[in-house]
Nanobody, 114 residues
Framework: QVQLVESGGGLVQAGGSLRLSCAAS????????MGWYHQAPGKQRELVAS???????NYADSVKGRFTISRDNNKNTVSLQMNSLKPEDTAVYYC????????WGQGTQVTVSP
């Protein structure tokens, strides 16, 4: 079974930065586009950034210019650099394939204070 382990979340003030990482195992990582998703309290989980197996990136309008997704196919990792964080970025962040094709990990909590 595929395993996805997210890390790097925390509490940060508005305007600050965080870098999230996701380690994937039991998957031919380089075959898949990967994405970062977030789920705020009371809201649906949604895709915020994705990266193809060739490195093409896409971002939700709400994070364009602030977040950067990257991947390392040798290490089976995908990262999300989050800059200029806003309180509305507060959510649990998850990685998965894009589109979703496997079970979710535990996620990592990001909390941005005003």
């Amino acid at each position: 079974q595929v395993q996805l382990v997210e890390s790097g979340g925390g509490l940060v003030q508005a305007g600050g930065s965080l870098r999230l990482s996701c380690a994937a195992s039991r998957i031919i990582f380089s075959n898949f586009a990967m994405g970062w998703y977030h789920q705020a309290p009371g809201k649906q989980r949604e895709l915020v950034a994705s990266i193809s197996n060739g490195g093409t990136t896409n971002y939700a309008d709400s994070v364009k210019g602030r977040f950067t997704i990257s991947r390392d196919n040798n290490k089976n990792t995908v990262s999300l650099q989050m800059n200029s964080l806003k309180p509305e970025d507060t959510a649990v962040y998850y990685c998965n394939t894009a589109p979703v094709a496997t079970s979710w990990g535990q996620g990592t909590q990001v909390t941005v204070s005003p």
